[in-house]
């Protein structure tokens, strides 16, 4: 696992460079050279499948920019799925960005999944990894990432991250949510699920919910790309993660690379809430 996870690291700060150094200019060709310009996110897929290459004991990739997965080393073990650039169109607007991934032994099942990594590009690069039962988190300083503390969810928290358009929610969803609120729960969502799930990992608690909602009765995220790795790493982390029907999300069948799942993310407190909410036993 080691290479994989340097592969990871590597691709981090190259991602990292990119966003800081590129031009925003998307398209034709408008930058100073007059070279074509790749979208953010299509280059940052082209560094990661790179990086992963390299890596003999990396089986095959999923990319959320591709329709098929590739495999790179036929004799290798991992099969990798990951979304190399989440929530790029915030970057226009200087917000936090992230790169979700799942490393699977097998096929890409949430049962088969052996390692989740995120890493958040933001005022600091972070990374967060779930692996052998402990959640890590480390900060990019002088060149490297340096391990931080490992990180707990508390039973209860004090945040509330509600994706989804409100005019199409569910009854039972707006009263989970506005019960929150009576509890005294702030609002915090910023419409990037990796700085709104890190956020609501390293301040020990919180719900974040992107429901079904009556334009998209299976939500938004999708499962593989973003929905197991976060779930993987907040039930490591002590938290829950489960779909509108309470089911834990890491016991769902993946069919298809890009279904997508209700989800509900937090510490174990607002999940029961959410139970009791859609009237789940
Ligand atoms: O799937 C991309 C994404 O930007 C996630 O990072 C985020 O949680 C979600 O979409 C936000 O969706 P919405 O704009 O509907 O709240």
């Given at each position: 696992?080691k290479?994989?996870?340097d592969a990871?690291?590597h691709?981090?700060?190259?991602?990292?460079?990119?966003?800081?150094?590129e031009d925003l200019c998307y398209?034709d060709?408008c930058?100073?050279?007059?070279?074509?310009q790749?979208?953010?996110?299509?280059?940052s897929?082209?560094?990661?499948a790179?990086?992963?290459s390299?890596?003999?004991?990396?089986?095959?990739i999923a990319?959320e920019?591709k329709e098929?997965?590739?495999?790179?080393h036929?004799e290798g073990r991992?099969?990798?799925?990951?979304?190399?650039?989440?929530g790029?169109?915030l970057?226009d607007?200087d917000?936090?960005?992230?790169?979700?991934?799942?490393?699977?032994?097998?096929e890409?099942?949430?049962?088969?999944?052996?390692?989740a990594v995120y890493?958040?590009?933001?005022?600091?690069?972070?990374?967060?990894t779930?692996y052998?039962?402990?959640v890590?988190h480390y900060?990019f300083?002088h060149g490297?990432?340096?391990?931080?503390?490992?990180i707990?969810?508390?039973?209860?928290g004090?945040?509330?991250a509600?994706?989804?358009?409100?005019?199409?929610?569910?009854?039972?969803?707006?009263?989970l949510?506005?019960?929150?609120f009576a509890?005294?729960?702030?609002?915090?969502?910023?419409?990037g699920m990796v700085?709104?799930l890190h956020?609501i990992?390293?301040?020990?608690g919180?719900?974040?919910?992107?429901?079904g909602?009556t334009?998209?009765?299976n939500?938004?995220?999708r499962?593989?790309?973003e929905?197991f790795p976060?779930?993987?790493?907040y039930?490591?982390?002590?938290?829950a993660?489960v779909?509108?029907?309470?089911r834990?999300?890491m016991?769902?069948?993946c069919?298809d690379?890009h279904?997508?799942?209700?989800?509900?993310?937090g510490s174990?407190?607002e999940?029961?809430k959410?139970?009791?909410?859609?009237g789940?036993g």
């Amino acid at each position: 696992m080691k290479p994989v996870f340097d592969a990871i690291e590597h691709s981090a700060h190259r991602i990292s460079e990119a966003i800081t150094n590129e031009d925003l200019c998307y398209g034709d060709s408008c930058n100073a050279t007059g070279d074509m310009q790749l979208k953010l996110d299509i280059q940052s897929d082209l560094i990661i499948a790179e990086e992963f290459s390299k890596i003999t004991a990396v089986k095959a990739i999923a990319s959320e920019e591709k329709e098929e997965a590739e495999t790179l080393h036929p004799e290798g073990r991992f099969m990798i799925a990951y979304d190399p650039l989440d929530g790029s169109s915030l970057i226009d607007v200087d917000l936090s960005v992230g790169t979700i991934y799942g490393i699977y032994d097998g096929e890409f099942q949430a049962k088969n999944m052996l390692a989740a990594v995120y890493v958040v590009h933001g005022p600091r690069l972070e990374m967060v990894t779930a692996y052998k039962g402990g959640v890590r988190h480390y900060i990019f300083r002088h060149g490297r990432f340096m391990e931080q503390e490992t990180i707990r969810l508390g039973e209860k928290g004090k945040l509330n991250a509600p994706g989804g358009t409100q005019m199409h929610w569910y009854p039972h969803h707006k009263k989970l949510i506005e019960g929150l609120f009576a509890e005294g729960y702030r609002l915090r969502y910023s419409g990037g699920m990796v700085p709104d799930l890190h956020q609501i990992l390293l301040k020990g608690g919180g719900l974040f919910s992107y429901p079904g909602t009556t334009d998209k009765p299976n939500g938004k995220l999708r499962k593989l790309f973003e929905v197991f790795p976060f779930a993987y790493i907040y039930e490591t982390a002590g938290g829950a993660a489960v779909d509108d029907k309470g089911r834990r999300l890491m016991e769902l069948p993946c069919d298809d690379p890009h279904e997508t799942t209700p989800c509900f993310l937090g510490s174990k407190y607002e999940v029961e809430k959410m139970r009791e909410a859609y009237g789940i036993g």
